[in-house]
């Protein structure tokens, strides 16, 4: 019982006096919202490393006069230190000028970095930007640029290849859109140079949904002139297997699978490709994209090509892979890396075992929450039975998603999420990474998730864009041996875990492997698998007696047949006897 209550008691609160300046800073409080925390319009400063947003809210559209830049390059002192990271580190200490820019928590590794621009402005001054690029920059509501985009846009502009690491929901698509679609110039309809026929860009991201998403980015930028950027699918492959076709596109976002069908079949050639992007990294170069991501590679022969990958995580084996990959790179990491933005206030619940998971989400959905909610589940199978749980139990506006679904209803539920009619969307991990529901205020991980990297994307599909969020976290017995990892996360972002998970033994990595891991029902409520077994139980029992009448009935037909008497019924064969 004492067990019971101290874990049951163990939500990690955000320690709000402690971290009173940038809950004042965060907060644009909306009356009734849950989610409040005190406005205090006197004390209008925060920390400038926790600040993602800093530029895209109040820049002055000057160059940055950070002391740091003024020093000489060598003296700069690099700020962020991790272990993790370390022998990557050295293997490129040789030759590199690190230049930290202290005050905004952006750390940059790699020789001859441009300089950071914080505003839109200067870097259409200094890089020339297209012109329509730079209006519809204003059009799409994007005023001055984020952290990352401030450094990673020159880098690129400078034609330099770059592995870049800022959190979820701090602006990564536009900090390579922009430059990509600026060192193009204009589309390929436009030029007269036959030379460059062929696709230029490649962005490949690893669900089809974050493409179809960066996809609708890159028509923003896009607005006002005939580029042709493509949405690779299975018929937008087709129509490319035309040459005369392929020869007129611009640019090609892609999930790997299908882009390497394309190449093994011949329908598609990347030797023009100038710019290749890899969006969520880590992802991509894990065991099971890594032989299609190298195929892609391989492919885009241009000797000139310029590489990038970008992600909220990059764990240092996948950071060694990418790194091989690049030519002379710059590493920059906005904040701490695998760290969420301390905008997303975390918790974790204990809820003992499996079957209780649904006790407890449905007692969380009898208080006041703010939709959209996004909850997270380990199986397809899962996100399913919970959905309909949901609804069964009464819950408004349930809607589920996962790649077990027809593309047709993945899409549906991804545009009434965006049009808000679904308030509470039960998905897989394949929501977790790059998905931008703007609205999204809480997410839950009904199902304890299967890394720190996927905790950290799952819990940034909120508190995006400088928007406030909340994430719960519900843990059973088996999940506690990995609770010390994420309690490890919550402490990075500066919130605060009860005592005793702090004092839980680290797991080993080889116990890490196995972390989120655990064989759970496919039905979410066990009660409902019983009830449901009743029932089948009793159709099979009713089918089967029907059965019998009839082959009762036919036999009885057949034996009226052979002696020509009326076969007696049951009861007059009772009667009978
Ligand atoms: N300069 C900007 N000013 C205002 N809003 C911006 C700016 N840049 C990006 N945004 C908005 O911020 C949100 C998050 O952007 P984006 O999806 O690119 O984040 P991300 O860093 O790629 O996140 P994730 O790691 O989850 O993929 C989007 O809604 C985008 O429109």
């Known amino acids: 019982m004492e067990a019971f209550q101290l874990l049951s008691s163990g939500g990690v609160r955000f320690n709000k006096s402690k971290f009173e300046k940038d809950v004042r800073l965060f907060t644009k409080t909306k009356p009734g919202s849950r989610l409040t925390l005190k406005d205090d319009?006197?004390?209008?400063?925060?920390?400038?490393?926790?600040?993602?947003?800093?530029?895209?809210?109040?820049?002055?559209?000057?160059?940055?006069?950070?002391?740091?830049?003024?020093?000489?390059?060598?003296?700069?002192?690099r700020v962020d230190e991790e272990s993790e990271d370390e022998g990557i580190e050295n293997s490129h200490e040789q030759g590199t000028t690190e230049r930290p820019t202290e005050k905004h928590r952006v750390t940059s590794k790699g020789t001859d970095i441009p300089e950071s621009l914080e505003s839109f402005e200067a870097i259409h001054e200094e890089y020339r930007?297209?012109?329509?690029?730079?209006?519809?920059?204003?059009?799409?509501?994007?005023?001055?640029?984020?952290?990352?985009?401030?450094?990673?846009?020159?880098?690129?502009?400078?034609?330099?290849?770059?592995?870049?690491?800022?959190?979820?929901?701090?602006?990564?698509?536009?900090?390579?859109?922009?430059?990509?679609?600026?060192?193009?110039?204009?589309?390929?309809?436009?030029?007269?140079?036959?030379?460059?026929?062929?696709?230029?860009?490649?962005?490949?991201?690893?669900?089809?949904?974050?493409?179809?998403?960066?996809?609708?980015?890159?028509?923003?930028?896009?607005?006002?002139?005939?580029?042709?950027?493509?949405?690779?699918?299975?018929?937008?492959?087709?129509?490319?297997?035309?040459?005369?076709?392929?020869?007129?596109?611009?640019?090609?976002?892609?999930?790997?699978?299908?882009?390497?069908?394309?190449?093994?079949?011949?329908?598609?050639?990347?030797?023009?490709?100038?710019?290749?992007?890899?969006?969520?990294?880590?992802?991509?170069?894990?065991?099971?994209?890594?032989?299609?991501?190298?195929?892609?590679?391989?492919?885009?022969?241009?000797?000139?090509?310029?590489?990038?990958?970008?992600?909220?995580?990059?764990?240092a084996g996948a950071e060694k892979t990418a790194i091989e990959m690049l030519r002379n790179p710059i590493r920059i990491v906005v904040g701490l890396k695998d760290t969420p933005l301390p905008l997303i206030l975390q918790s974790l619940t204990y809820v003992a075992d499996d079957q209780s998971k649904l006790p407890s989400l449905l007692t969380y959905f009898a208080q006041p929450y703010s939709p959209p909610v996004l909850v997270f589940t380990s199986t397809q199978p899962r996100a399913s039975s919970l959905a309909e749980e949901l609804t069964l139990h009464g819950i408004p506006n349930v809607d589920c998603l996962h790649a077990g679904m027809t593309k047709k209803e993945r899409d549906d539920a991804v545009s009434r999420m965006r049009q808000g009619q679904s308030w509470i969307l039960v998905?897989?991990?394949?929501?977790?990474?790059?998905?931008?529901?703007?609205?999204v205020r809480e997410v839950i991980n009904y199902d304890f998730p299967t890394s720190v990297q996927s905790y950290v994307h799952r819990i940034g599909r909120t508190g995006r864009a400088g928007r406030e969020g909340k994430a719960v976290t519900f843990f059973t017995d088996e999940d506690a041996p990995f609770l010390k990892s994420i309690a490890n996360v919550i402490l990075q972002a500066g919130q605060t875990v009860p005592d005793w998970i702090i004092k839980l033994p680290k797991p080993s990595r080889m116990k890490r492997r196995v972390m989120g891991k655990v064989k759970r029902p496919e039905v979410v409520n066990?009660?409902?698998?019983?009830?449901?077994?009743?029932?089948?139980?009793?159709?099979?029992?009713?089918?089967?007696?029907?059965?019998?009448?009839?082959?009762?009935?036919?036999q009885a037909d057949k034996q009226s047949g052979q002696d020509g008497t009326r076969p007696a019924t049951t009861a007059e064969a009772d009667n009978s006897s």
């Open 427 to 439: 998905s897989t991990e394949v929501m977790a990474r790059g998905m931008d529901f703007k609205g």
């Open 41 to 77: 319009a006197s004390s209008n400063e925060m920390p400038a490393e926790l600040d993602f947003f800093k530029y895209a809210r109040n820049a002055t559209g000057k160059r940055k006069q950070d002391s740091s830049s003024q020093q000489p390059l060598e003296k700069r002192r």
């Open 129 to 315: 930007l297209p012109t329509h690029i730079y209006q519809n920059l204003s059009k799409s509501g994007y005023h001055y640029p984020t952290s990352i985009q401030s450094h990673a846009i020159p880098i690129l502009l400078k034609s330099r290849d770059l592995a870049a690491i800022s959190p979820t929901g701090t602006g990564k698509t536009l900090s390579y859109l922009l430059p990509v679609m600026s060192a193009l110039q204009a589309p390929i309809s436009s030029m007269k140079d036959a030379s460059e026929l062929g696709v230029r860009a490649l962005v490949i991201a690893p669900t089809r949904e974050l493409a179809h998403q960066i996809h609708n980015e890159c028509l923003k930028l896009a607005q006002g002139r005939k580029w042709r950027t493509v949405l690779f699918s299975k018929a937008t492959a087709s129509t490319l297997a035309d040459k005369n076709v392929r020869n007129k596109i611009d640019i090609i976002i892609s999930t790997p699978l299908r882009l390497v069908a394309s190449l093994q079949s011949g329908t598609l050639d990347l030797k023009n490709v100038r710019h290749l992007i890899l969006d969520e990294a880590d992802r991509l170069l894990d065991a099971e994209f890594s032989a299609q991501i190298e195929e892609i590679v391989t492919a885009c022969s241009h000797p000139n090509i310029q590489k990038a990958v970008f992600s909220a995580t990059l764990p």
């Open 526 to 554: 066990d009660a409902r698998k019983i009830g449901r077994q009743d029932a089948v139980k009793r159709r099979e029992m009713i089918a089967g007696s029907k059965r019998r009448k009839a082959k009762a009935a036919v």
